[in-house]
């Protein structure tokens, strides 16, 4: 089992950065992948960005050179940095891990940039 807590969400204007936080419970060191979604109103959730065990990242195209996401295995803690925000980042944004063959999902942190 593991529970996951999301922080650092909040209102950004457009070009700006923020970076989420999301601390699991248990050490992450062997958790096969650990990654971002978001899901906006009325669409449904997609990926941003992932993070495998060994550091490997993959990230959705509309992302690519703006967020980058990592892990630090100490603190038990994935980031996402985003920068360069649009209007259209705007979302809840919730932490996955997946350590086959479980999944577990944060409660979502509210991301909103104005424009």
């Known amino acids: 089992q593991v529970h996951l807590v999301e922080s650092g969400g909040g209102l950004v204007q457009a070009g700006g950065s923020l970076r989420l936080s999301c601390v699991a419970s248990?050490?992450?060191?062997?958790?096969?992948?650990m990654g971002w979604y978001r899901q906006a109103p009325g669409k449904q959730r997609d990926l941003v960005a992932l993070i495998s065990s060994g550091g490997s990242t993959n990230y959705a195209d509309s992302v690519k050179d703006r967020f980058i996401i990592s892990r630090d295995s100490a603190k038990n803690t994935v980031y996402l940095q985003m920068n360069s925000l649009k209007p259209e980042d705007t979302a809840v944004y919730y932490c996955?891990?997946?350590?086959?063959?479980?999944?577990?999902w944060g409660q979502g942190t509210q991301v909103t940039v104005s424009s």
């Open positions: 248990r050490s992450i060191f062997s958790i096969n992948l």
């Open positions: 996955n891990a997946y350590s086959f063959p479980d999944e577990y």
